[in-house]
């Protein structure tokens, strides 16, 4: 039958849309933000300079190349520019990844729990998302690899996670790609690489380097502090690297975006000032949070996730309501099967004493 109106392709309408964390608290006079996991100490002042002189010259194209924030991050991490893209945060790479690999009757697996762009980026594809179960609220190699069939094409895996915090040792990584076929690509979104400190985890460019079906893909929205500008990047092999760019927008990445980035992977004591802020206040919250009673998930990234009971009067959700009361705002992650959790993103000292005192609070009013 003739459709009366335009259809999306298949696989479009399955998609539940994206919903970002809520930014406000009506009525409240004070609001702190900690529902995106954006940084609490903003970006380094030499990006924001090169932003503002950026904007100065709005009427001209950007380099559609990004040849000078290639070149930056290849400095920076000892790669070679050529195998770099940028894109419009790493949302827009893990899309052209998407779109690329995947099409009509494909699969691409993630976790449980995994980030909520995959399952959006494989459905508008036409392929079909397979979701792996999690050990512990951390992906599972094996049950990764026992989700592989012959339509499988490609896997996403968020090293660390968002929303859990976890993180898979980069032993487990290089098994799961060493048990992958050789035709399935692995795709390690290193989205909160920079907050680790284990010394069994690497984002996985030695992999991406050896090996000719693992991409990595950055952001320059959380330790950097450049989310409003969406900027990310992407390491892979060349032919992975060139499919890409034969589909990107020619102009994906915007010229106040390039400056900054530029400017903010040369900064390096900011990035440090804000890992040793994020190691030490998500120490003290995991610590602190715990004591009160409450499972908190241990996490490697710039959040916490906290269970609250399904118990009247302690529930994630009414939990959510009190907090949003006092300003303090987290991320409601029902979408990515936690409806007992609330997910905090480290904040200012400020911040972070106030959600402590709060569920002191909360747990209180209802013994
Ligand atoms: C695991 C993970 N990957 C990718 C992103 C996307 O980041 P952006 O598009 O801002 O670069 C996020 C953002 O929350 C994330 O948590």
Redesign the pocket.
């Known amino acids: 039958m003739t459709a009366t109106r335009p259809q999306p392709r298949p696989g479009v309408l399955d998609i539940a849309p994206y919903v970002p964390g809520k930014s406000t608290a009506p009525g409240v006079a004070k609001v702190f933000k900690l529902s ?2 954006e940084t609490p100490l903003g970006p380094s002042e030499k990006a924001i300079a090169a932003y503002r002189a950026a904007g100065e010259h709005l009427e001209d194209y950007p380099d559609g190349a990004a040849t000078d924030l290639r070149e930056a991050i290849g400095a920076a991490f000892g790669l070679d520019p050529a195998r770099i893209i940028c ?8 899309n052209l990844i998407a779109r690329a690999y995947l099409t009509d009757g494909d699969e691409a697996i993630h976790t449980t729990h ?2 909520l ?1 995959y399952p959006i980026a494989t459905l508008g594809t036409g392929a079909k998302p397979i979701v792996a179960p999690e050990t512990q609220h951390t992906a599972d190699v094996d049950a990764i690899l026992k989700a592989v069939t012959p339509k499988t094409k490609v896997v996403f895996l ?1 090293n ?4 859990t915090g976890t993180y898979v040792p980069f032993d487990e990584v290089k098994r799961l790609h060493k048990s992958l076929p050789a035709h399935v690509l692995l795709v390690l ?4 690489a920079e907050y680790v400190t284990r010394n069994d985890y690497e984002a996985g460019i030695e992999l991406v380097a050896t090996s000719e079906n693992v991409v990595m ?6 330790i950097y502090g450049l ?1 409003a500008l ?3 990047w992407m390491y892979g092999p060349a032919p992975i690297v060139d499919a890409i760019n034969r589909i990107r927008g020619p102009f994906n990445v915007n010229a106040p975006a390039i400056a900054a980035g530029v400017a903010a992977i040369r900064d390096t004591a900011h990035v440090e000032r804000a890992r040793a802020h994020n190691t030490q206040w998500l120490n003290w919250l995991t610590e602190e949070i715990g004591k009160l009673g409450l499972t908190v998930t241990p996490s490697v ?1 710039n959040f916490v996730l906290i269970h609250f009971p399904e118990t009247k009067g302690r529930t994630a959700k009414e939990a959510d309501a009190f907090l949003t009361k006092r300003g303090l705002v987290l991320r409601a992650v029902g979408a990515y099967k936690l409806p007992n959790c609330l997910r905090m993103t480290v904040g200012s000292e400020e911040a972070n004493r106030l959600v402590v005192q709060a569920l002191k609070d909360f747990l209180g009013q209802a013994a």
């Open positions: 995106s996991n894109g419009a945060g790493s949302d827009d790479l893990l995994g980030f762009v968020a660390p996670n968002n929303p979104d290193a989205a909160y893909c950055r952001t320059f929205s959380k989310a969406r900027l990310g990234a």
